[in-house]
């Protein structure tokens, strides 16, 4: 097996070049400056000092809502892992210790110690409530899959990616709970890959099959199917309950308690539930979200797409239907913007605040939409959401007002800054398909050539990393982010 311990020890060889073609490395496609700067950009926020976050600061302070630490490291984490499998595959040991940095930051208590109140529930999520009841700081223990399943699919993705049971060790995932001035004392709450699966597990059996996440890479490791089971409960369960409302959309919200179902007032769940439900279900992904984001984008300009609120989009819809106008024209936005500014307020529910839509959709489209939409997508990101530039990072800036004065998207939030446009950039049209369909065996990986004992912190971006077989060639470029010269 191939691997090259350290760049310090790779000496100059003018002849290489000349036992390969002229043209080799075109056929090795290299990451962009955008690509590259995100990774940095996540190796910088995985980086800092614990207790800094940087521009990771969410909406809520609480940390309970749809920008907290864990939904960004999250979907970083993806990104990264995406980036590697399908497009940097020799540079192991870069995204190995970017992913553990990542991994580490969602185990501080300031990722998840918002649950010890969160777990009192309330009447957002019960209105039928009462009393409170008596909480409790375990975070993966019930409930809060939004947390536990995010971790599981974290550690699950690194020991398929790189052949490391580390977080399968007793107490590798240990979350320390030990506030100051209040409480009986610290707690511990330690938890293995294996452990966290069957918590999980226990709690989707509690809540009737109505969530899957992350079983699919552990029985491949585990040599297990839990993944089929589960799935199939979850389809059931589904197709009893009623995934859809009305409108099309996948409904925002279910009550177990009261058994009721609040729909959709945009697409942004449906779009972020679709990024991932391609890896198993692409049929339904693929049929569902093209009717699905129909009045929620627009074609701004020949190469721009920008996308709208749901008032604006369900009022596109109507003229489409019923005027048999473009859903997809400009002139249609403005149109459907006059009638919902002339029509009164319905007094729909509303969020506590703005979820991550514009992120939600990059994501969807970056994995089943087609390239022109998503290049769309993108070209509007770079244009109206002020791309910033930080240590060679990537990323863009929180602003809070929704539309510009031309009804172009403008709102951002951390999310959508710091993760998902880096994840919508990194992956390929597919890429969880792929990586459900045939993620690595360990004996994949512990065969593979790859580069070890380099990492981000080196201050170079690697462009390039992968093996040629048939010319039994190792291919990596890479480049300095400050245009420094190292050796």
Not at 308 to 314: E, H, I, K, T
Request: proline residues 5%; glycine residues 8%.
């Amino acid at each position: 097996m191939p691997t090259v311990p350290s760049f310090r020890k790779m000496k100059h060889n003018p002849d290489l070049l000349k036992n390969l073609p002229a043209d080799f490395l075109a056929g090795h496609d290299k990451l962009s400056r955008e690509q590259a700067g995100h990774l940095r950009h996540f190796h910088n926020l995985a980086t800092q000092r614990d207790g800094e976050w940087g521009v990771m600061g969410s909406q809520d302070p609480g940390q309970e809502w749809l920008d907290a630490y864990r939904y960004q490291l999250a979907t970083m984490a993806y990104a990264a892992g995406a980036a590697h499998f399908h497009r940097l595959p020799a540079l192991r040991s870069i995204f190995q210790s970017l992913l553990s940095g990542l991994i580490h930051k969602m185990l501080r208590r300031e990722v998840w110690g918002y649950w010890f109140l969160t777990s009192h529930s309330g009447k957002f999520v019960d209105p039928d409530i009462k009393r409170l009841r008596q909480p409790w700081a375990d975070p993966v223990v019930k409930e809060n899959i939004m947390y536990s399943g995010h971790l599981l699919l974290m550690v699950s993705l690194y020991t398929m990616l790189f052949n490391d049971d580390k977080y399968n060790q007793e107490g590798a995932l240990t979350f320390n709970w030990s506030p100051i001035f209040w409480g009986m004392g610290p707690e511990k709450f330690s938890y293995t890959r294996e452990s966290l699966q069957k918590a999980i597990l226990a709690e989707m059996e509690r809540e009737k099959w109505l969530g899957i996440i992350a079983m699919r890479y552990n029985d491949v490791r585990d040599g297990t199917n839990v993944a089929t089971e589960v799935l199939s409960k979850y389809t059931a369960a589904w197709e009893a309950k009623g995934m859809a409302g009305p409108n099309g959309l996948f409904i925002s919200w279910y009550s177990p308690k009261q058994d009721t179902k609040r729909p959709a007032l945009d697409l942004g769940f449906t779009a972020w539930a679709t990024a991932f439900m391609n890896a198993w279900n692409p049929i339904l992904a693929n049929e569902t979200f093209q009717a699905q984001s129909i009045g929620f984008l627009t074609r701004a300009d020949h190469d721009r797409i920008s996308i709208n609120r749901g008032p604006v989009a369900f009022a596109i819809r109507e003229l489409a239907e019923k005027k048999g106008v473009d859903p997809y024209s400009l002139s249609t936005m403005q149109k459907a913007r006059d009638i919902v500014a002339s029509s009164p307020t319905t007094g729909e529910h509303r969020e506590p605040f703005p979820r991550p839509m514009f992120g939600y959709i990059l994501m969807a489209m970056s994995e089943l939409g087609d390239e022109s939409k998503l290049a769309g997508l993108l070209n509007h990101v770079d244009r109206f959401f002020q791309p910033t530039w930080q240590n060679g990072g990537l990323y863009y800036p929180v602003n809070a007002e929704q539309y510009d004065k031309d009804g172009n998207w403008t709102e951002v939030e951390p999310f959508t800054g710091n993760g998902a446009v880096g994840y919508a950039r990194l992956t390929v049209l597919g890429g969880q398909r792929k990586m459900w369909e045939e993620p690595w065996s360990a004996e994949q990986v512990s065969r593979a050539p790859h580069i070890s004992g380099i990492d981000l912190g080196s201050g170079v971006d690697f462009l390039r990393g992968c093996w040629d077989e048939s010319h039994q060639a190792m291919v990596v470029t890479m480049r300095t982010w400050d245009q420094t010269e190292k050796l």
